[in-house]
């Protein structure tokens, strides 16, 4: 990844400002265009392109995929929380209504950790998503040994090559 | 406080709990969580039953919004009763999940398999309970998506191409019924059940509502298998785990009749589904014919798990006879025969699993002389067997009693003869299972074959032994059912 000097320093400027952006639409969401949707996947999208010019080990560094599937699970942890937290305050599951002191600060306030809650999760999915397809061939499956075998890699033996 | 939420936590708990069993990182763990919410969700279901029974029909506003603007889970005695099969299924499998996981499914992917039986369940639950025709279409998508990957679990390679050919079938059939649930609200305006069955008939003349119908029902059609639509089904079943196939055979099909049932009977009304549309034509000679084309194809099949699919297919045509009546007996034998079947097939793939486990084959010549040396599997696969026959003192038979008493009702007596004809196929492809356990030579003597362990052993005799208790004491299934039908139909209730 030496020799891409321009798109190295392209995404690094890049991948803050996706970040920021996606941060805006996040939570931004309540009151224009956005929501939690559309910023997990340009949040993703931050790290898909951070994979794609510093390599997927890098990558890989920067989220293990433990810390993935932990993500994964958390936003949805936090979306069915909120329903059962309205539901412990004496509300209907998912009634946002209760949770503050007042209805609309409660209706802003479980909007705004539901969304939050589908960002994350959207985010990380997006990311495995990235991470499998990108890792196919690595040695993470042991039932994928066609892709890896010896034979089909272009340094091999060049007398093979000529007998065939 | 329960009480009132009781609709709400039949989908929130196994919804909540799915994520928090991909966290447990641990198989065993894993599996005790998935078995204890199963338990959870019968219970809930148990009481909710109980609840219809004598209290009537209730709803639940999600998010404290009003019906017509919010979603509804409405709970009356029809879905009550679904819900209570799925999830009794569910609570029979998962024990026997343990035995039959760790031999069929690689290590690092069990905690993930537990995880998506989950959500599967959560979708079937969610598809079942929901007021809102949108929410059948979400609830479909979770509970398909889960079960693509579950079946795709399976250890024979073919279980990807089962899996993907499943996945493009039941994504049109998707397809299909999101554009019916699309053209329904662009002419009514709403999507909740209730309001949707208000307003539709003002607008029934006009050609969307026309479409809207035939989209949805070639959609649901795809998704229940009904014949000639079931080409997904017999390799799906055969190739997934075994424990995937006992669930998804008793629960996956029977939920999406319901949903059949729900459209045409609640939404559309009879008058149109039936009057305006010769819906009771269509499906009876595409139940029959599905009955006589799979039950023969089973005959034929040397893969076991392949034939009972291929039964499925047949016992769905049953089913779907029953609709085709459009009288309170036919449906009563309809709803009636979902019960019964879903504990007769449950049975027999369990059993299955538990020959899968000891063996590694669930081909017929594979299992010669089995029944001596697995003779607790085979004598409950035979009992199950002459339940799916129609032999008296099983529940088969009262599924079979119930639909010919209600045929010959309508007077339709060749129709009768054709049933009592198509048992007689059942009995060739059971009976060549059986011959094959007991009446051939076991040909290696020194393959030291066992009987499956008891934790497998005790949920096939749970559904075995329900599939006799429910043959001779049948006041559950045959006064929900009847119960059920009646309101389907419009009268009482």
Redesign the interface.
Known sequence: MRHHLVLRVVAKLLIPLIMLFALYVQFHGDYGPGGGFQAGVIFGAAFILYALIFGLDNAQKVVPSGYLMALVSAGLLLYAGVGFAAMFKGGNFLDYGVLAGDFIAGQHLGILLVELGVGITVCAVMIVIFFAFAGRGNGDEEDDDIATSPDLSPDSSPNSAREV | ?IAA?LP??QI?VP??A???C??LRRENLSWAWATFISWVVFALAWVMLEKTLTGGAFN?????WEAPYGIEYRVDALNAFILLIVAAIGAVVMPYARASVAREI?EHKRGLFYTAYLLCLTGLLGITITGDAFNVFVFLEISSLSSYALIALGRDPKALTAAFQYLIMGTIGATFILIGIGLMYQMTGTLNMADLAKRLPAVEDTRPVLAAFAFFIVGVCLKLALFPLHLWLPNAYAYAPSVVTAFLAATATKVSIYVLYRFVFTIFGQSFSFDVIPLESILLVLSLAGIFAASIVAIFQTNVKRLLAYSSVAQIGYIMLGVALVSVAGLTASILHIFNHAIMKGALFLCMGAVYYQIGSVKIEDMNGIGKKMPFTMFAFVIAGLGLIGVPLTVGFISKWYLITAVLEKGWWPVAVLILLSSLLAVIYIWRVVEAAYFKAGDSDDVVVKEAPVSMLIPIYVLTGASVYFGIETSLPLGTAAEAAKQLMGIGG
Do not use: N
């Open positions: 406080m939420h709400a936590l929130a919804l909540i799915a994520p928090i991909l966290l639940y506003e999600l998010g404290g690689p």
